[in-house]
Nanobody, 124 residues
Framework: QVQLVESGGGLVQAGDSLRLSCAASGRTFSSYAMGWFRQAPGKEREFVAVINWSGDSTYYADSVKGRFAISRVNAKNTVDLQMNSLKPEDTAVYYC?????????????????WGQGTQVTVSS
């Protein structure tokens, strides 16, 4: 079992930066690929970024590439999402998720555990 708790969301202006954090419980955190997803009102949950178990491989959605950066510290059971140059269209609830795989998976059904989400609102 892995429990995930996100933090760091908030209300910011367009162009600002925000850093989300996800704290995981359990001794097997380093066995999981970790992903960030987001869901805007009335829309499906969409992939944002993923990092592999060791932290040396990442993959991003085109919409955030070059602006967002995912990182992890296995010794601390944490995964972060640094978000720069935020846009109003980045407004959503952001979710941290864990997948027991060595692959960089980007579909929601590939993930085994989910956090409760944290709201990010970007005003124009």
């Amino acid at each position: 079992q892995v429990q995930l708790v996100e933090s760091g969301g908030g209300l910011v202006q367009a162009g600002d930066s925000l850093r989300l954090s996800c704290a995981a419980s359990g001794r097997t955190f380093s066995s999981y690929a970790m992903g960030w997803f987001r869901q805007a009102p009335g829309k499906e949950r969409e992939f944002v970024a993923v990092i592999n178990w060791s932290g040396d491989s990442t993959y991003y959605a085109d919409s955030v590439k070059g602006r967002f950066a995912i990182s992890r510290v296995n010794a601390k059971n944490t995964v972060d999402l640094q978000m720069n140059s935020l846009k109003p269209e980045d407004t959503a609830v952001y979710y941290c998720a864990a997948a027991l795989t060595v692959s960089l998976v980007i579909t929601t059904r590939a993930y085994d555990y989910w956090g409760q989400g944290t709201q990010v609102t970007v005003s124009s």
